[in-house]
């Protein structure tokens, strides 16, 4: 079974520029969750959406939405970008307790 | 609020030692699950293993073995005669247990593990 696929792999946006990412969950997961890892930290939770439904919302502004389509893959949005946005963009499908994450996206700003 | 914490920046041994990681974490939930995660130079975090809150007995899987103390929040990650191929960044995550709360983790900072021949 594939893994979670996440498109594109590298991306290079200008300051205020709007991106969108997106993210194909593994067959049967229902839900997804999105996380920014700024190089040399941990990944920050930014969205988790279930069943379309977003479930969960870390503290990110609102330049970050993000959406699930009813087939369950899944938009991250970012408007007005800053330079302080670049970083690893990953997305984890998950059917229960454990998330099961995708290669990511790496996004620079400039 | 959830807090993992990894105090260890980074670690260096020389192949076929141990490597023990640590992770220590806060949380008001009763109830969740705690988790380590590998993520090599190409990014992507790879599952290693999972514990849930209410069951701290320790447990070896191949080269992995685990450490969790409730009491003391701790949930510790030894590698046995490490490997070249060890060489990664090693993150701990804080998850829920409810609906309402899993697939929102809280990771920590992570730990860089380097492993020379």
């Known amino acids: 079974d594939a893994g979670v696929t996440q498109s594109p792999t590298h991306l290079i946006k200008t300051r205020g520029q709007h991106v969108t990412l997106r993210c194909s969950p593994i067959s049967g997961h229902k839900s997804v969750s999105w996380y920014q890892q700024v190089l040399g930290q941990g990944p920050q939770f930014i969205f988790q959406?279930?069943?379309?439904?977003?479930?969960g919302r870390g503290n990110f502004p609102d330049r970050f939405s993000a959406r699930q389509f009813p087939n369950y893959s899944s938009e991250l949005n970012v408007n007005a970008l800053l330079l302080g946005d670049s970083a690893l963009y990953l997305c984890a499908s998950s059917y229960s307790y454990e998330q099961y994450f995708g290669p990511g996206t790496r996004l620079t700003v400039t | 609020a959830q807090k993992v914490t990894q105090a260890q920046t980074e670690i260096s041994v020389v192949e076929k030692e141990d490597v023990t990681l640590d992770c220590v974490y806060e949380?008001?939930?009763?109830?969740?699950?705690l988790f380590w995660y590998k993520q090599p130079p190409s990014g992507e975090l790879v599952f290693l293993i999972r514990?849930?809150?209410?069951?701290?007995q320790n447990e070896i899987s191949g080269r992995y073995s685990w450490n969790f103390q409730k009491s003391t929040s701790s949930f510790n990650f030894t590698i046995t005669a490490s490997q070249v191929v060890d060489s990664a960044v090693y993150f701990c995550?804080?998850?829920?247990?409810?609906?309402?709360?899993?697939?929102?983790?809280?990771f920590g900072a992570g730990t860089q593990v380097v492993v020379t021949p």
């Open positions: 949380t008001r939930d009763t109830t969740y699950y």
């Open positions: 514990r849930n809150s209410f069951d701290e």
């Open positions: 995550a804080l998850g829920g247990m409810t609906t309402d709360s899993w697939g929102k983790f809280q």
């Open positions: 959406y279930y069943e379309k439904e977003e479930r």
